[in-house]
């Protein structure tokens, strides 16, 4: 049976044979770069029309497409990660939590922001004083149940 | 000795009793309400100007000021945060930690987005489908130095 | 100032004099034991007039209800629980953790069941070989999102 | 000698290939979905005539059966689980761990509901604001010994 | 409100004075001096009759009564006990856990010792080459259910 | 070199071939089954003596023998196991750890029960309100060096 | 109650006072220094002779003889200790534990080195290229009991 | 590539088929048998003219030596060592390290004993009793610097 | 596809056949010895120009130069390093993090050094008392940033 | 008895009033910024001459000369720091500590850096493009011993 990690290999393959970078492949096959770099990865399902489309735009295996569709295992394991790039969000979620808390309770009462019915995207922010990071994010409020 | 937990105890007392908004008290001292938390809280350093402005503007007493401004020992004590407002923040970083790295090394080079020249917004997004909420982050890019 | 600790000790002792069980408690505000036992305990927030409702029910000091409406701070300190009845519910979701993602993937398609927008009971459910358990979850399913 | 991994990808393959659902392989055994799919897993032992029957049903070799209805070891090996999905279960059992325990002992006296005779079911639950997941659990209640 | 710890120091401390054993209280209220051990230290109730009897042989105060009654919440705070006496019953769990498991299914079927309907002694057993420690435990076989 | 996990592979395979339990085994080499069990996982030594009747009695290659009586290496990989048959004897041990250690202090002096010079025994006790596990230890007393 | 710890800031500010060292101690309670250090910091319990020619030398309270000759509960906090000085014997663990597991076994067959019947000094070696920390350990061997 | 882990299993073939102990082949090289088993599995580095007595005792291949004398990297996985034999001189770290540098400072300073200037020693105490397990370490003292 | 892992172990290769150091393979491309190992080993990216020089050097494969200019994924797996050598500077930063903390602010301000934009030297400082290490590590300086 | 902990904070209060940096108080007791910092909160001891310096040099009480200048009990409690100052540090010893350790063997052979016999300085690099941090370590070399 074809994995997930199969399709994630045949993906890079792919990508480096053809010189496409993740936006580009993001472009052809219409969703967002962090999104198909996310599923690709294996940590997202792509829609099944994406995955058709990716399929075709790689020229991956007919039988990948059902693999990119389905329901991912999200695994990390790393409890703290090591890799700097990764750490420093690590390091905003424990310096700027409670505050992020602070500041959702007050816009919006007693709740928080889905990981789920959420985006992300990351874009380049031209600065004399050196470019910058810039990344959004947008989840839906969900506010606490009381029954 | 005043320390910052006792600081931080007048402030929300003070702001209790002025049922002042984290927003209220940013605008009194023109700082964002993301820097003005975190400092309040003590995970940050005010300026000693804001520091002065917020003794002033909440009637702390003047002792307050100095410690307001001094280095913060930044220390959390969860490694994976329990309460689900700020554990959805680190669920991110492990899902998308991965896609945040590759995106940065596709945009700009071996580097990443740093932690200190960093700034963070919160905001409601009103939404038919229920209202969602922003966090926009801008931090400097860093390149690797080789030598 | 009156913290969530100190009212989850007014309304234990309160309780205590009065004789009366949580489903009591629960019933003179007409709310769910559930609910009404994780609120108490500070682990969630009482809406404002339920709150309110509270401390007439038990004669807490009026103060005592602008605390209970505040958005807690859940905390729990044991990764693995100790106590038996508690270790339980940890050890199913060991065991039965994989079998609820494959049926919630099954019945719904890629997403999860929310731990926010969320009800439960326990109720004792009379059997001539033993008593049981019975404990029943809704949560509401939350697509994950594809952008 | 066949192990329970072994059979796992059995079972998994037939069924992809079949195009069934658990809740059809159930139905074929005539077992709740819950239970045919963690004994597929390698977390349970089918009953023997229930591994006959699974065996029949998917074709598997006969040695198979044996192999589900041998006791399994069971591990989980992220002592707090990643994947959203199970991890709500996990906050669940930390916010309201106190309170299932609280209720139990209001309502049966000291002791704990079993997670060995245990039984639980997954239903969608039809919802105009959005279609909910029911999680209902049974487990017979075991009174502490004092001797 | 009087804790169990409170209880646990008033026991302690009138069994110092009085130059008693736990055998000899456990004598006095007719129970095993393990159960009057164990909830003597809050990590068990005693039945109301045995905690009247407990409080009337110490002569504690009466309010120790229904504190010695109540549910306790089982804690331990070392994952792995570090006290030698301890950690050797960590060890044997360690290395003979298995073996229990193999022997124990082959015995009765796929199931556990409870460790809730359970009971244990602890004996001094006379022996030429050097006394030895007898331990036994018996907890009622579990079995597990499939639905 | 055959290692002790080639050997317990041949001495599982052999036993189900047979049709053997591990209490047809332990009478064949006129050992405990506990022992017999737990040397057969390579957590224990045979005697050279029982290492060669194991040999005959399962028809193993002559080279097991001195496999089966060397010194293992013991280790176990989960610091909280997490099959439910095994766990529940860790939490036996959290529970009622304090408990013994008292009464061994009581009737014995300050030291503890060897697990070296040490033997188990697991039984089928009946019983009509359902048949419950005895388990057996016997360690020798071992008292502290003051020197 | 008088408890270790209160005993042990006794003796260390009874020791300052006198100006004694912990061999100074030793030798007037003729113990040796491991022994008398360890125990007067509450990780060993003295023989009740010593105790009390402890509580003369050292002019403490009578109570505190009984305190001193109690059966401590031993419990250290790191699991890996961070003082470079205990740090370095974790690591002579780490590296050549096998080594003395080895050696231990080809010298005296299945067993191990009694960590309860064992005693240890620790003696200052003249050494002209730098004085050297020469500890020596001797504990009973115990042989695994195979029954 | 020869790796030190091809070498450490080659020795231990030849040892087997030799029947040499491991003060057999420390005798042949004339080193003691704690360093010649360490380096042996890897944990340390034998000087080269000893790697080459080695190679010739054992008839390993010649490239052997060159690995025998690479310095090694030097890694436990076990935090706290579960094998029995290993655990005890855990314990007594934990017991006894803050003894250890209480009399290192009391006869020598503020500093440590080396890990690195260091050798170690096990032999065979008779004893009437029960023979012993003799452990010596000598270690270089080193003064902590103050500059 | 070729991995870093590949080309690390090629490189290893080719410097024990070649018998060069690192210091004359970094003498070669014209890099430090610190940043040649160390992205040698697949910690960090080799500029391309170096990459390909390196390539030149040690006859690398010509694919080998893309995969040395790549970003590494930074991983290390102990979280406490074991090797003495490399724990030895993790005992610094435990000792001593205060102090670089404390020193830091108090000669710039509130912010950090960055480890991004950061070289380090390591050299042999020839001393009558014994030769010594001299590690040099030079970071910019990063002023947290207060909006 | 007065503690390290209470003289460290009679050290940082005299500091303050007196309006001193840490590089003024070395200097008035000639040593370097960073043992006078270390030391001064209790992280090293002073030898007694310099304890007598700053006891003299900040008016302390005679009694601090005594703290001062014992061993002090070197305890960090976050085994991953979380502040981003010292984080960094950390993160350095993760990315190129197999680097340092490759050096030092590569220019001194089999051995370590001295963490004990040790010292380190930080200062200011004026850089036009940011000043940097400079950090200079200086540790023996000690040599493995082969016994």
């Known amino acids: 049976m074809m994995t997930k990690e199969d399709v994630t290999a045949m993906i890079i393959s792919a990508k480096k044979q053809a010189g496409l970078t993740w936006e580009d492949i993001a472009e052809k096959i219409d969703m967002s ?3 198909t770099h996310s599923a690709s990865m294996g ?14 735009a790689l020229s991956l295996p007919q039988e990948a497409a059902a693999v990119l ?4 295992n999200k695994v990390w394991e790393q ?10 969000f690590y390091e905003i979620v424990g310096v700027y939590g ?7 309770h007050e816009k919006f009462g007693d709740g ?6 959420f985006e992300m995207s990351v874009t ?9 990071v810039k990344v959004e994010m947008s989840g ?4 606490y149940n009381a029954w």
């Open 69 to 72: 569709a389905e329901s991912p």
């Open 98 to 104: 409670p505050t992020l808390k602070a500041l959702i």
């Open 112 to 117: 928080i922001m889905s990981a789920i019915d």
């Open 124 to 132: 380049r922010e031209p600065n004399p004083k050196g470019d910058r």
């Open 140 to 143: 839906k409020y969900l506010q």
């Open 43 to 56: 940590m997202n399902a792509f829609p099944e029309a994406k995955a058709e489309a990716l399929v075709t």
């Open 33 to 35: 770069p962090v999104f």
């Open 79 to 88: 409890t703290v990660p090591t890799d700097p790039c990764v750490y420093r």
